[in-house]
Structures are given as structure tokens and as C-alpha cells.
């Protein structure tokens, strides 16, 4: 029930010169504009009520979420000369042995984002017989993972690294997988046609976790991805927000791609894009 909180009598003494139906025009207009004005007031406490309700909402379910991803990570019960962690995907318990001399030889959160979404979503992105390449694969979990779910893959990183890489790949893969993984050199930028020809390299899906930092290589990083990257490729990459660094890399990323977001953790500051090239993106149709 909506009151006017101004009568006849208010109309006279400060309108003398409206009287008759002239007062009960007025006052008409007034009400509905002061009904109009209370029924928007009441449509935008309403909608910032919704709005609250859906952010505790999607709150709650991403930190229930990050729970489950965080669950998959274990800890062995007794300490022993080589330090590792272990972790469940794919049917499999993996241990992953990390060094400490070398922050590409740890596993971040950001791969356990996407190990977790490449076995929660195996239907839509099936990587069975899939040719897949990781770059920047560090202990390889990613790739462990992506061959555990029946891949074809290739995981790559820096020289340096290549030793602990490639015996976590193997212990964890061997007779396991119906496609063994390679592990290969790839410095960013450095020699990408000798080693990885445009003409005979064909990958459906380029795998990175957490691969933009604060390094120097962030432009040799954009040259890898063009160069890995062919019309009908897929990027899946895990990014964990830390500088202004990730932002502009992210603005000169798509002005060669298309980006799409499919899992945000803002209390992990990670968020999981797929990518393609420019207009190669299907488009969602509108719900």
C-alpha cells in the first residue's frame, strides 16, 4: 500500500493558483511518481539482495571446490632422503619428487587447478589419443596427468630441469598410460622451427600452469605460444594473479587469441582460461 504523503490542502497553500481537477491532476502525478520511485527503490534493494546472495553462494561453492582440489595433495608419513609429494588423479596415486634449488621444480597450485579440471571435465575435453604438449611442465604433474587420461604427450621445459622431469614422468607413467610420454628441451623462443617445425607439429591441446611470473621471458613465452599454436589448437592455462606483470600479459596475449574464462578462484587469486586463435573460438550460444 503506497501513501502520498501530500493532500489538498498542501496543493492550496503552496499552489493557490491549482484548484479543482487541476489539484487532483497534481495530485495524481505525484503519487505515481512517488509510487515509481518506491517500487524502484524496492527492485534495487531487492537486486543488491540477489546480487549478495548469489556472490555468498558462488563464494561457497569455490571454496568447496579448492577444498577438494587441495585434497588431492598428500604427504608421506615418514620423511625420507628424497623429499616428495603425493597426489590423486586420474585413478592413480602420484609421488612427485621436487627440488628446492629451483622454483620450476615445485608444484604450484595452479597445476593442481588444472590437473583437477582436466579429470572433472574428461568428458567435454576427452584427451584420449589427443596430441598434447605442456610447456613449462616443472615436475610434470600436468603431464602425468593428461597421460594418465590417455594423451599422447609431450612435456617440455628447460634443460636444467629436464633429469628431475623426466623421472617423475616415468615413475608415474610406466605401464600406466596407453601412450608413453616424451619429456623434450624447450627454452622459450630458442630454436621453436628446429625443434618443433611448424610443418610436422600438430598439437590439440598446449597445456601451461602457472608459467607467467616475474621473469625476463615473457616475450619469448608469447612466441612460443604462436608458434605451438595452430587453427584448430586449444590452450588451457592455469594463471596465478601476483603483479601488474600478469595483467598486461594477459591484454598482449589476446591480441592473438581468443580468451575465455572457465574456472576463477579468487581466494587462490588463480584463474583457469581456455584459448584459441582469433576467431577460431566457438561462441556460446546465449542462454
Known sequence: ??????????????????????ACAYLS??????????????????NEQRRKLERQA??????????EIMRRRFFPDVITYKA?????????EIRITEATDHYGAVVWPSALVLCYFLETNSKQYNLVDKNVIEIGAGTGLVSIVASLLGALVTATDLPELLGNLQHNVLQNTKLKCKHQPCVKELSWGIDLEKNFPRASCHFDYIMAADVVYHHPFLDELLLTFDHLCKNDTVIMWAMKFRLDNENQFVDRFQTLFDLE????FPSLNITLYKAMRKGRMKVRPSK
Open 1 to 22: 500500500m503506497f501513501r502520498c504523503c501530500i493532500g489538498k490542502e498542501d496543493v492550496k497553500q503552496f499552489y493557490p493558483f491549482l484548484a479543482g481537477r487541476q
Open 261 to 264: 574464462v572457465i574456472s576463477n
Open 58 to 67: 558462488g563464494e561457497k561453492e569455490e571454496e568447496q571446490i579448492v577444498t
Open 84 to 92: 616428495w609429494e603425493g597426489f590423486h588423479f586420474a585413478g592413480h
Open 29 to 46: 502525478v505525484v503519487f505515481w511518481l512517488r509510487m515509481d520511485l518506491t517500487l524502484s527503490q524496492h527492485n534495487h534493494l531487492h
